[in-house]
DNA sequence: CTGAAAGCGCTAACAG
DNA sequence: CTGTTAGCGCTTTCAG
């Protein structure tokens, strides 16, 4: 154990200057009402002494932070893309930023961010970006913003984007390929986002004339880790999907990883559609077409949305959904007829072989 | 403004509960000494009014928090790499992580990390990872690591990578493609790892027994808008560089925008490498060829060096330096002697003219 | 212009 | 087992 810091406080400062802690709080707060050479001294023991009053204490006094909190379940691909755009919302604003992280495996315990708001709230933070939460709270008192909530639209102003059309298209460019047997790996029942994006699934292939099969449908809960299980329940189906829409790109990645374990070739005996867009897309094997959501400018917005509430002002609308759109890369390809399965091995000459039957 | 939150606090537990606040306080944190029906009525009453401790006022209290902070001068593509890392690294500790970040425009006032750990220190979190800071500070009495520190190496534990390396093999792999004149964007002089890429640079061309043209020398700054400036001049001279080394990927991206305002192709009139390998380079048109610097595992092994100071173990080095390694992609390409340039436009159909000249 | 005193929400002795 | 008291570091009236 390391011994207790020896923080330097507003005492030591009041002390070797010879005033009172009231008067170095002026002094650091630049207050009317001290007299140049007392400021001056006083400015001087706190450049030598390297003070730096307490964040903690200061807003436990004054209920005033400028700090506004970003709270997140954990650190991934999309809530790293997402402060990336908080940080430019907050650029010039005069806010500080912090981002609180519940720590990724407690996520499984719903309502981390009720926990965390009210903790940080109202001492830590003026105001909070809760990203994807699964409740949204009835509207605190305190100015809070929602990113992809996960139970649709409350009191709560709200930035999202269109998971029911991005998921639409997803679809149908699979369906316009000349793909019929389509796999899902779905999100997580309990969020809104996910809920959107299989029944975009779902209205895609329905209107394209195609009943829904539930046994091409798996749960793989926006984790790689589940949809790489959930993958392989596809894939090793008797008469498998040749096309695998994933509620993620994270999940996409999974299944990626499956079928390449099942030595299938990706696009060639299976294509592959992800969804949001997250710079690990590209960096797949082979790059992930997907759906993209403008991630970092859905940060950007909830910040600016934020700030706007935090000044008092109106704000020109609770809730906010900018477009998705397809991103077509590498893992899609129109599909084939013949699949040159040989003893669980594939044929390494696909490429180029028969041609789209759309 | 919107009005005073109005906070559920200890006390109010306490009136409701009929107990005093001390009593609650134990019943919050599963202290010994609370007779079992007191401790479910208590415990009713925390959940009925939703309840939850301010982490600000218990931190100003008791000197201990389970938190530890990233702090970091902004939030941009290395930082946010370097989180995802992070949270891995703290995952399953029983920590809970805050990121905190001066919000970019501060990066001009040297010295933030100072500010900022004395300001949380002590009271928010138990230790902290330093992302770049500019100077790391007399062996502090609390836990901190630095990563990729700017003044070298103190008496503080650090995480950085090969830079020195990593600018070496960069311009060797523009050598071996035959350029002779080969540009560089600087980053920051304040900065170590710049110092330290400049410093490879030089190495490497000094190696291949070619002088140092500091005409082909300009600062960027590790920004992009710098850098764009940077290249500007560069790809301006009476006679341009044939290539260009950036000293990171947002520099190099920076590089591209001006070569292309410019009229150039890149690769075929203009190769140009990063450093950094942050997932907006692949992202890059053309996708950029550039050093990769393991950032998320950077950014784990840092949170883990600074979860064992914490516990008070031994650590197994006090410097640790991963290494860099080359990625090539559509950014660089042979040197070729013509220059198809034609009143300031060139030639579209440059392509596979003229072969190398290694 | 300056300082004494109160108190933000909480925990840690210590009495009772 | 429970409550009282003190005080973390700071800001804010309000007297002097």
Redesign the pocket.
């Known amino acids: 154990m390391t011994a207790t810091p020896p923080?330097?406080?507003?005492?030591?400062?009041?002390a070797r200057a010879?005033?009172?802690?009231?008067?170095?709080?002026?002094v650091?707060?630049g207050?009317?009402?001290?007299?140049?050479?007392?400021?001056e001294r006083v400015q001087r023991v706190i450049d030598e002494l390297g003070?730096?009053?307490?964040l903690?204490?200061?807003s436990?006094?004054?209920?005033?932070t400028n700090v506004i909190g970003i709270l997140v379940a954990d650190l991934e691909p999309f809530s790293a893309e997402l402060l990336k755009g908080a940080a430019r919302g907050i650029r010039g604003s005069g806010y500080e930023l912090v981002v609180y992280s519940a720590g990724g495996r407690t996520n499984d315990q719903i309502g981390w961010e009720h926990k965390y708001l009210t903790r940080l709230v109202?001492?830590l933070i003026d105001g909070a970006v809760l990203v994807t939460p699964t409740i949204v709270d009835a509207p605190s008192e305190v100015p809070v913003v929602a990113v992809d909530p996960h139970r649709g639209r409350t009191g709560t102003p709200t930035v999202d984007s269109d998971n029911l059309n991005g998921a639409r298209i997803a679809t149908q460019h699979l369906l316009d390929l000349g793909h019929r047997r389509i796999g899902f790996v779905a999100g997580r029942s309990d969020l809104e986002s996910s809920r959107l994006r299989e029944k975009g699934y779902r209205t895609a292939l329905a209107a394209a004339g195609i009943a829904i099969n539930p046994e091409l449908i798996e749960v793989g809960g926006y984790e790689q880790e589940f949809s790489e299980t959930a993958a392989h329940a596809l894939l090793t189906l008797p008469e498998p999907p040749s096309a695998i829409f994933a509620a993620n790109d994270l999940s996409a990645i999974g299944v990626l990883a499956v079928a390449h374990s099942l030595g299938m070739q990706v696009p060639a005996d299976l294509s592959v559609v992800g969804f949001d867009n997250v710079p690990e897309s590209v960096l797949a094997d082979p790059p992930l077409t997907t759906v993209n959501q403008p991630i970092q400018k859905m940060g950007q917005m909830a910040v600016e949305l934020l700030l706007s509430l935090l000044a008092g002002q109106p704000i020109a609308a609770e809730h906010l959904t900018l477009p998705t759109s397809l991103v077509v890369r590498q893992s899609t390809a129109p599909f084939r007829t013949v699949k040159p399965r040989r003893g669980g091995r594939l044929a390494r000459s696909a490429k180029g072989r028969s041609p789209a039957k759309a």
């Open positions: 923080r330097i406080t507003i005492h030591d400062v009041a010879g005033v009172s802690t009231a008067t170095v709080s002026k650091v707060n207050r009317y009402g001290v007299a140049a050479a007392t400021n003070y730096e009053p307490s903690v204490a200061r436990l006094r004054s209920h005033r109202g001492t």
